[in-house]
């Protein structure tokens, strides 16, 4: 009777710890799937839901080199909660991704649009780094395009003539008081100067120029005058001499880059037969290259397929 007793006494304590245990094991696994969600809100449950997680995992496996993660059908519930939160990482690091291939390919872009060497824009080797910026802007923006305009013309041979005095940075940077004075260069106006006119512009210090410099751009435009009812254009008569299109050179070094040629000896003769005056050889030369019908930027500067390209077209008559 007493063996009896115990046994039921026995059999009531086991079963009150069973339920205490299988209540403790509910708790821990809603408490568990609670904070799981809080850190990576996706469910758990065996199904084929698009939330689950393996259509998750199947999703990510696409952009993963590990097969593994394409099958979790027999895995344990606290497999797939360690491996949902694996994921986590893998994730951050694919959208790091996108950004490298971007930064290659700007880089690649850039190669393609900057001249090589040193990330810098390749020039002719006389223009450096402490040259003036107007000097700069001169030889990336004008310097051997053709030029096909009377007034420019007249101007850069007027510009052309002052390199007896002065350089190209010191003329640059007085060129619009130039252009102010000379009213544009255009030949019929400049023609009309008389003494006052002349007087004036070689008064102003800021020009320096001389008086004799002033005559001789006067007379000059003069004979531009008789030049334009000759042959019907100061640039019809100029480009003649080069068979109407730029004469293209491909110098390696400034060395190689001649200060005068047989060509511009031989323009300079006849210039001086029509009266004009400060046309040397040199300076006819230097008046040619700025002008465009002569094509000497270097060949590894930056320029030169693009004045070449300018030089490739057909002839302007204007």
């Not at 590990?66 to 979790?72: Q, R, V």
């Not at 797939?80 to 290659?104: D, G, N, Q, W, Y």
């Not at 004045?307 to 490739?312: F, I, N, P, R, W």
């Amino acid at each position: 009777m007493l063996f009896s007793n115990m046994s039921k006494t026995n059999m009531v304590r086991r079963h009150v710890l069973e339920k205490k245990r299988s209540c403790s094991k509910e708790k821990e696994s809603g408490c568990l799937s609670k904070h799981l969600k809080k850190i990576y809100p996706i469910g758990l449950q065996r199904t084929s839901s698009s939330l689950s997680l393996s259509s998750l995992s199947l999703s990510l496996s696409q952009n993963s080199n590990d097969s593994s993660l394409t099958d979790h059908s027999s895995t344990p519930l606290e497999q797939k909660i360690s491996l949902a939160l694996s994921l986590i990482a893998p994730h951050r690091e694919r959208r790091e991704f996108p950004m490298v291939v971007k930064t290659h390919v700007h880089h690649h872009q850039q190669q393609q649009q900057d001249p090589p060497g040193n990330g810098e824009v390749r020039r002719c080797h006389w223009v450096t780094k402490n040259s003036d910026k107007v000097y700069i802007s001169f030889h990336d923006e004008q310097w051997g395009v053709p030029v096909y305009d009377d007034n420019k013309l007249f101007e850069l041979l007027a510009l052309s003539g002052m390199l007896m005095d002065y350089n190209w940075t010191e003329i640059l940077k007085r060129k619009d008081l130039y252009r102010e004075s000379f009213l544009g260069f255009d030949p019929e106006i400049v023609a009309k100067m008389g003494d006052k006119e002349i007087h004036e512009i070689s008064s102003n210090k800021a020009m320096m120029l001389a008086e004799s410099r002033v005559r001789c751009i006067v007379d000059n435009a003069k004979c531009i005058l008789k030049i334009v009812r000759q042959y019907g254009s100061f640039s019809s008569f100029m480009w003649g001499y080069v068979n109407y299109k730029p004469t293209i050179n491909k110098y390696k070094y400034p060395r190689n880059v001649p200060l005068r040629t047989p060509k511009a000896e031989a323009i300079s003769k006849d210039l001086v037969k029509h009266g004009f005056r400060f046309v040397g050889p040199v300076i006819v030369y230097s008046f040619m290259q700025a002008a465009g019908l002569t094509i000497d930027h270097l060949v590894d500067c930056f320029r030169y397929s693009e004045c070449v390209s300018l030089a490739e077209r057909p002839w302007r008559h204007i």
